[in-house]
């Protein structure tokens, strides 16, 4: 038999809390719901007369969303050990997700598909992290593919157009805004400004084909990298000067 443990149920609408109560009773027994709240107020009330082993907290409190991030982050500080799980209607606010995330939720549970199960619960309650039902895994795995296939991409784009630690360094740094006397003076670039424009003038001729290299500038020859994943355009940071 599972091992009780002792919950607290933070939502603000009555119906959704008395449908989550219910879940728990007939679902999850070995659960004892010992309070319940409806606003951020009426939760640190209780808290100072309750200690739960869980809290299942709904982000969206009385119209706003980011007080249960606001709730979660003060709980990890002031009660690492209680468990918090998100129970949320809010099924597309992806940001919410990674908010509530950071701020140190064990886990996520979507109100749609299967809602809340015991399983979860109990896996909350075991110690495992990053908990979540299937509608946001689904969009996770997702994100994953898509995150794999685009470094793939660039890794073959990098084999294909054989660049090197040295071109990407360029490209990266045209990217940034610098100019050739700016990339010369970089720690990790042991070229003059001479081998530099060689060096723009070679990668114009592997990234273009003949016809398209005439007047290829250094934003074109950026944009061109950009489009064949050669350089990540949302990590361009720059080397140490």
């Known amino acids: 038999m599972d091992k009780k443990f002792k919950v607290v149920i933070v939502e603000d609408v009555k119906l959704e809390l008395k449908g989550t109560e219910e879940i728990f009773r007939h679902e999850i027994p070995n659960a004892e719901v010992i309070g319940t ?13 309750v200690t739960p082993d869980m809290v299942l907290l709904d982000l969206g409190l ?13 709980l990890r500080k002031e009660y690492p050990n209680v468990k ?41 309650m075991e110690g495992k992290k990053l ?22 991409r660039r890794q073959e784009a990098v084999i294909d157009y054989d660049i090197d630690e040295y071109d990407e360094r360029l490209l990266r ?14 720690k990790g670039m042991p070229f003059g400004v001479k081998s530099i424009e060689k060096r723009q003038n070679d990668l114009v001729n592997r990234l273009f084909s003949d016809g398209e290299r005439v007047n290829v500038n250094a934003c074109r020859l950026v944009t061109r990298a950009i489009e064949l994943r050669i350089i990540d355009v949302d990590n361009l940071e720059p080397d140490e000067e």
């Not at 709240?37 to 007369?49: D, G, N």
């Not at 908990?131 to 793939?152: D, T």
Request: glycine residues 8%; hydrophobic residues 45%; charged residues 20%.
């Open 37 to 49: 709240a409806m606003s951020e107020k009426e939760f640190w009330e209780l808290m100072k007369t």
């Open 131 to 152: 908990v979540f039902n299937y509608p946001i895994l689904e969009k996770i795995v997702e994100r994953f593919k898509q995150s794999v296939a685009m470094e793939q």
């Open 173 to 186: 740094h045209l990217a940034l805004g610098y100019t050739k006397d700016m990339i010369t003076g970089l």
């Open 84 to 124: 918090v799980l998100i129970f949320t209607g809010e099924i597309l606010n992806e940001k919410l997700w990674v908010d509530v995330l950071n701020a140190g939720a064990d886990g996520i549970i979507l109100k749609t598909g299967e809602l809340l199960t015991a399983v979860d619960v109990q896996a909350v």
């Open 62 to 74: 009385g119209g706003s969303t980011t007080i249960g991030v606001d709730i979660c982050t003060t």
